[in-house]
Each structure stands twice: as structure tokens, then as C-alpha cells.
């Protein structure tokens, strides 16, 4: 704990100093001994969201630095403890979901390993005719290795609590039966090996309560979809590398890929139902951070390790989707709000609960600072709160490119990293890598403003108490033709199209660094629209290639296997739903 300790306070110390050097630069800049009103309110909105999106950078630089170093015991070696691999579906995909099953299945009877492992389906699906896929699908993983008496299914007919209540009725019911439970989305896919080893070190480590992987992005075909891979593939795993030494023993939890520890859970992680109506009340919907913090309480480790490979699942493939994922997580976390009081818990995780609400309020933030600039172009001549003069467009700027600074440089420090110790070889080499990461910041420089747009109405949303709900999310190559992202986006282009023309007539010396952030959001719908359409199937592009691509791990390949068997297979939907249960035990 010493060691994280000693990180925090110099991330917290880095961060603080160059935030206190770019609030006073901007001062200087705004205006020598001459600030109005509005000047100090651009000065104060800097200094906050400057702060965060330092802070968001620094631990790029600490990974950088820090070894990629992967320590596996013998992927064959039995361990100890017997483990539940819980897969929560809601209105899923049956076939894909079961295939995954199946995959990770065969992959753990190939090492084994697997009479240690039983899978557990749990539905919440409310629509019948999905219901009616799953039991037929599911009888058709019954057919697979070493299925019987280690693969159950159980559909609920009230999805009370979502996910986390989910969860929680296979803990209460089923969860004595179980040393560990290794919490999967129906997207997850995990190597054999990585499933054994994480419940080894659940055995070798007593204090251990849960431990998370970094799941890496597969089966990306559009160039949304491939940006997001990448960077969950290249860029992530220094970030997070950078982040754990920072974390220690009070690590994140980010719902799947990871493994628990039953009896620390079900001890420790009760959700309460918090007062009042959603959006605020209500069942918390990122219940996962508050699930590490009350373990973190309970004196449990909670730990993640970037360096463990074969932990994978699929992401949004255009920005629509996105932010319907996005959405629901904003207001998640800004439930979190009400619980950074709670009684006992750690330093670090209140800490964390409020890194997750700045990664929203700082959207508005950003907005109002583009505001208030504004706002103080067009109105050169308010009363100054000191004599002096102002020079907004030199501000302007200078914040742009101390914002494009940030957020680059950690990109071009892993990608230097990855061409000294040849891990950009895995990319595709060098030029491979180099012209990825050239595309992954156009593309996220391009999509920012629609991106910041989103965010901020999703917290205005939560705030004038509007619930966003839990919809179910669409998987796969989603095209979205530009009539279809107009009407998801009309108001991004009216307020990018008004933002821009009232710059051009009230203050058009400004114009030339308003322009950058506004017409990528008037062109929206077609930006929107040109991301979302599939590539080929059956070849790797040159830009956003990934290892997985590349060279596919042997899950991956067991998957496509067993989907192609099973989708040419002759499976008809023959019957109603079954309910088939894990066997009941005592509470754990």
C-alpha cells in the first residue's frame, strides 16, 4: 500500500502543479491585471476541467514506464477452489451468447481444468420469443464436453434489481455451492487459460476478494467499432497498467472479466435501493464500482492486472449505440453522488467515485468554457473587475492547443514505447501502428464535439431528473444511414450551425478556432453514418489492425468454429422456455 500511496500523491501533485500553471498562463494570457467577471469564471472552468484531463493523462506516462511483465502458472494446474462462471443475458443474441459458452467450454476441457468450472446462465430476457431461442440453444449446449451437471440455465420472470439483482438471487440461492464466481457479460469471451489462472490466484491469495482483468475489443468490422478495438487493445493497457500502481489493493470493478471471491461478496456487496425516483434513486445502475468500494471496506484486496492476455469482449459498432451505453452509465455514476458520504469507506474509492462523476460533469464543463469565451469575444466591453486588456482570441488558442497536448502526447509516448521494445510488431509493425494511431486520434478529434454534445445532455437529462432506463443493447454490425442519424443528432448540427454562425457575426476574429469544433458537429449525421458501415469480412484493414486480427488466440477461433457449426445446424425453436436451475444450497 505504500508503494500506491506514493504514486497517488505524485499523480495528485503533478497534476495539481500543472494545473495551477496553466490557470495562472491563462490569466496572463486573458488579461495582465485587467480580469472581468467572465474571465474569472473561464479561469475557474479551466482550472477544474483542466485538472481532470491531466489527471485522466497521467497514468499513460506511469505505464509507459512500467514493465510488461506476465506472470501464468501452468495453464494445465487443477485449481483449488471450484468456481461459478456467471453469464447475466437480456435479450440477447442466443446463438452468439451460447457460442461463446461453448468456446470457453471446449477451451477449459482441452486444458483439463473444467471440472472445476460450471457455467450459469442467468436470464432476465423478457421478450418470449428470445426466451424460446435460449432453451433451445441451451439444449444444444448440453451436447458440448462435460457438459452435464456443469452448465445450468435459469430464466427469471422479473428482472428485479437488473444485473446486480441477478447476481445477488444466484448468491443468495446458489452461491454456497461456489468458492468464486467469475462474472461474465453475454459478450465476454475468455481464453481457458485466463479463466484458470485468475481462480488460481484466487487460491494463492486468502485477502484476495476480487480480481479484474482487461478485457480487450474483438470482432470489430466498422470503423467505429475498429477505433474503439484498437484503443482498447494499444492504448488501454498502458493507461491501465498506469492506473494500477496507483490503485493497489483498491483496484476497480467493471462489472465482468473478473473474478470474486463468494463469500467476501455476499458478505460485503448488499446494493440498498437507494430513496426517491431514478434517475437519483432507485437501484444503483453502476453498481460495480460500489461493489469494489464496500470490499475495499471490508478489508478485501481488490486488484486488476493489464498483463493478463485472453480476456475479451465486443463493443458498439457506431456512435448511436455508444451513447446509449454511455448514457446509462452517466447516470450511474452520478448516483454515486449520494453514496461518497457512506459510512467506512476508503480514501481511494470516494476518490474513485468522484474520477467517475468528473468523467461527465466534465463534459459541461468543457461546454461552458466554449460559452463563456464566447461570450467574452462578443462583449469586449465589459466592466473590467481591474483595469487591463483582454485578448480572448490568443486564450482561445492557447487552450486548444494545451488540450490537444494532453490528450496526444501519452498516445505518441506508447506508441514510441512500442516501437523500442517491439510490441508494435503484434500491431503489424511500426508504419502499421504509427498510421493507427494517426487514425484513432482524427477520428476521436473528429467525433469530440458530437461525443461532448451527448455527454452533456446526458447529465442535463439526469439532472432535471429524466430516467434513461436500462435498454437492451444492440450487438453487431448496426449500419446507420444518415436519415436515421439525423433524427438522433438534428440538435447537435442546430447548435454547432448557430454556436458557429453567431461567432461569425458577432466576434469572426474567433472564428478560426471555433470553426475546428463546431463543423465536425454540423456534419454529425454523416460522420455518424460513414463510421458505421461494415468493412470486408475477410480482411484486416490497414488501419486500427490488432493482435486479435492479426493472430487470433484459440478461443476466438473456437468461437467462429461453433458458430459456423451451429448456424448451418438444423436447431429449430420446438418448445416453450424451460427454467433448468443451478442446484439450491444455503446462503453464503
Known amino acids: 500500500m505504500r508503494r500506491s500511496m506514493f504514486f497517488r500523491l505524485a499523480a495528485l501533485t503533478t497534476a495539481a502543479l500543472l494545473t495551477v500553471v496553466g490557470g495562472y498562463l491563462f490569466v496572463r494570457l486573458t488579461g495582465v491585471g485587467g480580469l472581468t467577471a467572465l474571465d474569472l469564471l473561464r479561469t475557474l472552468l479551466v482550472v477544474i476541467s483542466g485538472f481532470w484531463l491531466i489527471w485522466g493523462s497521467i497514468p499513460a506516462a506511469l505505464g509507459v514506464f512500467t514493465p510488461r ?6 495453464p494445465h494446474a487443477l485449481p483449488r477452489g471450484m468456481t461459478a462462471i456467471l453469464v447475466p443475458i437480456y435479450n440477447e443474441d442466443p446463438l452468439a451468447t451460447f457460442a461463446r459458452i461453448a468456446a470457453m467450454n471446449r477451451s477449459l476441457v482441452a486444458l483439463g481444468i473444467a471440472e472445476r468450472f460450471h457455467f450459469v446462465i442467468l436470464s432476465d430476457t423478457q421478450e418470449m420469443h428470445n426466451a424460446a431461442q435460449e432453451a433451445v440453444w441451451f439444449r444444444r449446449l448440453l451436447d458440448e464436453p462435460m457438459s452435464n451437471g456443469r452448465i445450468f440455465y435459469r430464466r427469471r420472470e422479473r428482472n428485479v434489481g437488473r444485473k446486480a439483482g441477478n447476481i445477488e438471487d444466484f448468491i443468495a440461492s446458489s452461491g454456497a455451492a461456489y468458492d468464486y464466481a467469475l462474472t461474465l457479460d453475454a459478450d465476454s469471451l475468455m481464453e481457458g487459460a485466463t479463466i484458470g489462472e485468475m481462480a488460481r490466484r484466487m487460491d494463492d491469495d486468502p485477502d484476495l476478494g476480487l480480481f479484474q482483468t482487461v478485457p480487450r475489443i474483438i470482432h470489430a468490422r466498422t470503423p467505429f467499432g475498429r477505433a474503439l478495438q484498437f484503443a ?3 492504448l488501454s493497457p498502458t493507461f491501465a497498467r498506469g492506473a494500477a500502481l496507483m490503485q493497489g489493493h483498491e483496484g476497480p470493478y467493471w462489472g465482468h472479466n473478473a473474478i470474486v471471491r463468494v463469500r467476501a461478496f455476499a458478505a460485503s456487496c448488499g446494493l440498498p435501493e437507494l430513496s426517491g425516483k431514478p434517475p437519483f434513486g432507485g437501484h444503483i445502475l453502476s453498481h460495480d464500482y460500489v461493489e469494489a468500494a464496500l470490499l475495499s ?14 480476456s475479451y469482449e465486443e463493443g458498439p459498432e457506431n456512435l448511436i449505440e455508444y451513447a446509449k451505453r454511455d448514457r446509462r452509465w452517466c447516470q450511474g455514476n452520478l448516483q454515486h453522488i449520494r453514496l461518497l458520504g457512506a459510512p467506512g469507506l476508503k480514501l481511494w474509492s ?12 466534465a463534459s459541461p464543463l468543457w461546454l461552458a468554457l466554449l460559452a463563456a469565451s464566447l461570450a467574452a469575444a462578443m462583449f469586449p466591453d465589459q466592466p473590467a473587475m481591474f483595469a487591463g486588456d483582454a485578448e480572448p482570441f490568443i486564450s482561445g488558442w492557447t487552450l486548444v492547443i494545451a488540450v490537444s497536448a494532453v490528450l496526444i502526447l501519452p498516445k ?5 514505447r512500442g516501437a523500442f521494445d ?16 494517426l487514425g484513432e486520434i482524427v477520428l476521436s478529434t473528429l467525433l469530440a ?9 446526458a447529465v442535463a437529462q439526469v439532472v432535471l431528473g429524466i430516467d434513461g432506463g436500462w435498454p437492451a443493447t444492440r450487438r453487431g454490425q448496426n449500419w446507420v444511414s444518415v436519415g436515421d442519424a439525423f433524427q438522433s443528432s438534428w440538435w447537435i448540427v442546430a447548435i454547432a450551425a448557430v454556436t458557429l454562425g453567431g461567432t461569425l457575426v458577432y466576434a469572426p476574429a474567433n472564428a478560426v478556432w471555433v470553426a475546428p469544433a463546431m463543423l465536425p458537429a454540423i456534419f454529425a449525421p454523416l460522420l455518424i453514418s460513414i463510421t458505421s458501415r461494415p468493412t470486408r469480412r475477410h480482411t484486416v484493414p490497414v488501419l486500427f489492425a490488432t493482435e486479435s486480427e492479426l493472430a487470433p488466440s484459440a478461443v476466438i477461433l473456437e468461437q467462429r468454429a461453433v458458430m459456423a457449426e451451429w448456424s448451418t445446424s438444423e436447431t429449430t425453436i420446438e418448445a416453450a422456455p424451460v427454467s433448468i436451475r443451478a442446484p439450491r444450497h444455503v446462503t453464503a
Open 69 to 74: 511483465r506476465l506472470d501464468m502458472a501452468d
Open 232 to 234: 482498447a487493445a494499444y
Open 297 to 310: 471496506r471490508a478489508g478485501w484486496k481488490v486488484r486488476m492486472d493489464p498483463t493478463l492476455p485472453g
Open 350 to 361: 470516494r476518490f474513485t467515485f468522484i474520477q467517475g462523476i468528473m468523467a461527465y460533469l
Open 412 to 416: 505518441v509516448l506508447i506508441l514510441l
Open 422 to 437: 517491439g510490441h508494435n510488431r503484434q500491431f503489424g509493425g511500426n508504419l502499421r501502428a504509427l498510421a493507427s494511431v
Open 449 to 457: 464535439p458530437t461525443l461532448l454534445l451527448l455527454q452533456s445532455r
